[in-house]
């Protein structure tokens, strides 16, 4: 698993962030996640102090692309209406979002019942090129000195290497230990926001290894006479 990791460069959590996408994206998936199954009124009603009815409608469209949401048609002699229902593939990401709630309530700046906090708190540390990819190899190797990890990345400059850690070093993800000999001999390794991290990684990795998030599975939409 850790080959396959370095040799593609990832783990699914940089595609991952990609896909729930925009902020409106995820307050409709978890208004749909609240309600299970809903009419596009009611989305609408709900929704209406954050987008408006033609956003809203480009939303539920790529969620359904996604397969995220199943349209549902229902039709009789006097109307039709359109239920959206949430899909396994959707049900399924709720592990994922708890753990990112988890996470936010220890080590996020505050308590928040707000998704798009959650998501955004781990977001900044797990959605970029790199950084997944260093979070996922400290786990495994525990502790790593500066050219092993390097060598361990395809594609990662000295520079970018440095500032990636740097910046994990300082949202205390990353611990770094200087043995302060000569030559000189440090040593980079997880603290336990790292480990947590990792978790959130690991329920990322499984729902994209049953998923995935680029074959095109759509939504199925159903028309009930």
Not at 194 to 220: C, F, H, P, R
């Amino acid at each position: 698993m850790v080959r396959v990791f370095i040799r593609n460069g990832t783990c699914g959590a940089e595609d991952f962030f990609k896909c729930l996408g925009t902020e409106s994206r995820t307050y409709v998936l978890q208004d749909c996640f609240e309600r299970n199954s809903a009419m596009f009124c009611e989305l609408r009603d709900e929704l209406q102090d954050i987008m408006d009815e033609s956003t809203l409608s480009r939303r539920l469209a790529e969620l359904v692309s996604m397969g995220l949401l199943d349209k549902i048609r229902y039709a009789n002699a006097s109307s039709a209406r359109a239920v959206y229902r949430m899909t396994q593939k959707a049900v399924d990401l709720n592990p994922i979002f708890e753990a990112m709630r988890d996470f936010h309530r220890k080590w996020g700046p505050e308590e928040d019942s707000c998704i798009i906090n959650w998501i955004a708190c781990t977001k900044k540390l797990l959605g970029s090129r790199w950084n997944a990819r260093i979070i996922w190899l400290l786990f495994v190797l525990r502790a790593v000195r500066f050219n092993e990890l390097k060598n361990s990345i395809e594609g990662v400059s000295f520079k970018m290497l440095t500032q990636q850690l740097r910046y994990l070093e300082g949202e205390d993800v990353v611990l770094r230990k200087d043995f302060h000999e000569n030559p000189p001999h440090i040593e980079y390794s997880l603290t336990q926001k790292g480990d947590a991290l990792y978790e959130i990684m690991l329920l990322i990795a499984k729902w994209n290894s049953q998923y995935g998030l680029t074959n095109g599975s759509m939504g199925t939409q159903n028309s009930v006479v």
